[in-house]
């Protein structure tokens, strides 16, 4: 099935053998004996026990070919799992913060991008992210670094531990990149309240709510949701890993889809959940018996939701649309 990936860290998508081979190329030392002890170290309680692991991951990351390579690691995945369109996230301050240039990174991975359209057929675009565990004055400093680099990414959002960090903490920074005219996106709901998913909304006027799962516990914010068609990004295979669900079976995609909303299915950090975008897929619909025609609204809502122009979204939607009648 045609489909965009809407929400996927780029550094969540770094596999235990690239992080000891780009350990090795790099001489930076980690601590874990081999990928195995690595791999077993992922166990998660929720998403700070996740987020600690993440961040250790990727210190391997230092030159410009580092980053090209992760980022094509991935595309090549996307590729194969009939991913026609990618936004990906990256967390320039992870990497800033250790000492590597704005430069280094954003071209390492735009030049993957670039490379993913020619050579994959993947259209790629990048969104920046602003660490809401920093300062706003950080997230000043971070955007000030990247602007010389404004055609290269498309957008920003807001990552990281949420619970504790609300939205309205960054406020004005937001303001400033809607100036700007870059997208706006942010985790809001992943463990935080419903209050977070408002503020997202109204405080920082994002276009859509990255996870956003803990919504359904507020019946008015689900017809904000549904009458302003603002889509989330569902990530399933991390909210099973993070423990927002006990299971896939408890999971409340299809509860959202029923009641409107314009949700999709994600990815997240694929080399630490345990799935790319055809196992969030695979898992979920084993699990929750959702519908083809919920496969279907899921794809068209990827789309939809995506920040290609509009005749390019109706492109993918015709494609996508004589793919099913295959299946009829
Ligand atoms: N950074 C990478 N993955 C994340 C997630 N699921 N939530 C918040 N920040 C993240
Ligand atoms: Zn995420």
Same mark, same amino acid.
């Given at each position: 099935?045609?489909?965009?990936?809407?929400?996927m860290?780029i550094?969540?998508s770094l596999?235990?053998?690239?992080i000891?081979?780009l350990?090795r190329?790099?001489?930076v030392e980690i601590?874990?004996a081999d990928v195995?002890?690595?791999r077993?170290?992922y166990?998660?309680?929720?998403?700070?026990?996740?987020?600690?692991?993440y961040?250790a991951?990727?210190?391997?990351l230092?030159?410009?070919?580092?980053?090209?390579?992760?980022?094509w690691?991935?595309l090549?995945?996307?590729?194969?799992d009939n991913?026609?369109?990618?936004e990906?996230?990256?967390?320039?301050q992870?990497?800033t913060e250790?000492g590597?240039d704005?430069r280094?990174?954003i071209?390492?991975?735009?030049r993957?991008?670039?490379?993913?359209?020619?050579?994959?057929?993947?259209?790629?675009?990048?969104?920046?992210?602003?660490?809401r565990?920093?300062?706003?004055?950080?997230?000043?400093?971070?955007?000030e670094?990247?602007?010389?680099?404004?055609?290269?990414?498309?957008?920003v959002g807001?990552d990281?531990?949420?619970v504790?960090?609300?939205p309205e903490r960054?406020?004005?920074v937001f303001?400033?990149?809607?100036?700007l005219?870059?997208?706006l996106?942010?985790?809001a709901?992943?463990?935080?309240?419903?209050?977070?998913?408002?503020s997202?909304?109204?405080v920082?006027k994002?276009?859509?709510?990255?996870?956003?799962?803990q919504s359904?516990?507020?019946p008015?914010?689900?017809?904000?949701?549904?009458?302003?068609?603002?889509p989330?990004?569902v990530c399933p295979l991390?909210?099973?890993?993070?423990?927002?669900?006990?299971?896939l079976g408890?999971?409340?995609?299809g509860?959202?889809?029923?009641?409107?909303?314009?949700a999709?299915?994600?990815?997240?950090?694929p080399?630490?959940?345990?799935?790319y975008?055809n &196992?969030?897929?695979?898992?979920?619909?084993?699990a929750t018996g959702?519908?083809?025609q919920q496969a279907?609204q899921?794809?068209?809502?990827?789309f939809e939701?995506?920040?290609?122009?509009a005749?390019?979204?109706a492109?993918?939607?015709?494609r996508?649309n004589?793919?099913?009648?295959q299946? &009829?």
């Open positions: 099935m045609p489909k965009a990936e809407l929400h860290h550094e969540g596999e235990p053998e690239l000891f081979a350990a190329r790099n001489s601590p874990y195995e002890a690595l077993r170290a166990a998660f309680t929720n998403l700070q026990s996740f987020l600690d692991i961040y991951g990727a210190s391997v230092l030159t410009e070919q580092d980053f090209y390579d992760m980022a690691a991935y090549e995945r996307a590729a194969a991913v026609w369109r990618t990906m996230f990256f967390d320039p992870t990497h250790r590597v704005m280094t990174v071209d390492g991975l735009h993957a991008c670039v490379d993913a359209e020619v050579k994959l057929g993947v259209s790629a675009a990048l969104i920046m992210c602003f660490l565990h920093l300062s706003e004055q950080k997230a000043f400093e971070t955007l670094q990247a602007l010389p680099y404004r055609d290269k990414f498309i957008g807001l990281s531990g949420e504790g960090n609300p960054f406020e004005r303001a400033r990149c809607r100036e005219g870059l997208h996106v942010a985790h709901g992943e463990e935080g309240p419903p209050a977070y998913v408002w997202a909304l109204d920082l994002v276009e859509r709510v990255d996870h956003g799962v359904a516990k507020d008015a914010l689900m017809k904000r949701l549904a009458q302003d068609r603002i989330l990004t991390s909210n099973l890993k993070l423990c927002v669900f006990p299971d408890q999971h409340n995609l509860a959202l889809l029923d009641a409107g909303l314009v999709t299915v994600n990815s997240d950090d080399a630490y959940f345990g799935g975008m &196992e969030n897929f695979v898992q979920t619909f084993a959702l519908t083809a279907w899921l794809a068209a809502n990827s939701g995506s920040f290609i122009e005749a390019a979204k492109r993918y939607i015709d996508l004589e793919t099913f009648a299946f &009829e």
